[in-house]
């Protein structure tokens, strides 16, 4: 069995077995804020794109404001209940698609002019960073921008050490994004997050990007 197939399975099975921890059951404070923000932006026709999207909630409150967003899981069950509360919500697969499969292997007919990353990065093996950097850069349209809420968070580590982890999720920190992404994006923004789901207070960052 390979690894992205391993990883498949066990995403697979901690949904079908309910053990889904960080779910939150409502988008991300954050990203509502953000779009709160931000309405001046035209969004008709604007792709977005939500990597390990879960549930969908995020996939959902940008298509509420006017994105073809689409959502991105390794495990069916995930993307049975996106497909579950999208029909609750009233949208439908125009506002929000949902792919199964392995983000660094996925292709796309087009780029997108947004995409959101939460809880990803700090589930994927650390050892992947690098592909996840080049991976946004390949997906991202040229004028489109790269939201990464950084999570979890403690800002006096900032080598985000991770050999000590029990992750996912898997420690980050800004500084280690910036790294990352050098080459890739530049940054455009860099806030701390005033507005978090419990448990998460003071360890998300949000920081914007755009590609070079």
Same mark, same amino acid.
């Given at each position: 069995?390979?690894h992205i197939?391993?990883?498949?399975?066990?995403?697979?099975?901690?949904?079908?077995?309910?053990?889904?921890?960080?779910?939150?059951?409502?988008?991300?404070?954050?990203l509502?804020?953000?779009?709160?923000?931000?309405?001046?932006?035209?969004?008709?026709?604007?792709?977005?794109?939500?990597?390990?999207?879960?549930?969908?909630?995020?996939?959902?409150?940008?298509?509420?404001?006017?994105f073809?967003?689409t959502?991105?899981?390794?495990?069916?069950?995930? *993307?049975?209940?996106? /497909?579950? !509360?999208?029909?609750?919500? =009233?949208?439908?697969? #125009?506002?929000?698609?949902?792919? +199964?499969?392995d983000?660094?292997?996925?292709?796309?007919?087009?780029?997108?002019?947004?995409?959101?990353?939460?809880?990803?990065?700090?589930?994927i093996?650390?050892?992947?960073?690098?592909?996840? *950097?080049e991976?946004? /850069?390949? !997906?991202?349209?040229?004028? =489109?921008?790269?939201? #990464?809420?950084i999570?979890?968070? +403690?800002?006096?580590d900032?080598?985000a050490?991770?050999?000590?982890?029990?992750?996912?999720?898997?420690?980050?920190?800004?500084?280690?994004?910036?790294?990352?992404?050098?080459?890739?994006?530049?940054?455009?923004?860099?806030?701390?997050?005033?507005?978090?789901?419990?448990?998460?207070?003071?360890?998300?960052?949000?920081?914007?990007?755009?590609?070079i």
């Amino acid at each position: 069995m390979d690894h992205i197939e391993e990883a498949k399975m066990g995403w697979e099975d901690r949904w079908r077995e309910g053990k889904t921890g960080w779910d939150a059951g409502a988008p991300c404070p954050a990203l509502v804020d953000y779009l709160s923000r931000h309405q001046d932006n035209e969004r008709t026709g604007k792709r977005a794109l939500v990597p390990g999207c879960g549930s969908g909630y995020d996939a959902f409150a940008l298509a509420e404001t006017g994105f073809q967003t689409t959502g991105l899981d390794l495990a069916p069950t995930a *993307a049975s209940r996106f /497909r579950d !509360l999208r029909d609750s919500k =009233g949208l439908d697969k #125009t506002q929000a698609d949902i792919h +199964i499969g392995d983000f660094f292997a996925c292709q796309f007919e087009h780029r997108f002019d947004l995409i959101w990353d939460y809880t990803f990065l700090c589930a994927i093996d650390p050892r992947r960073r690098t592909d996840w *950097a080049e991976k946004m /850069r390949e !997906l991202i349209a040229p004028e =489109g921008e790269l939201l #990464t809420l950084i999570f979890p968070v +403690i800002i006096e580590d900032e080598s985000a050490t991770t050999h000590e982890d029990q992750g996912p999720p898997y420690r980050l920190h800004p500084v280690v994004v910036a790294d990352l992404l050098e080459g890739h994006f530049e940054q455009i923004s860099l806030e701390e997050i005033t507005r978090s789901h419990p448990g998460r207070e003071g360890m998300e960052w949000l920081a914007r990007w755009r590609p070079i």
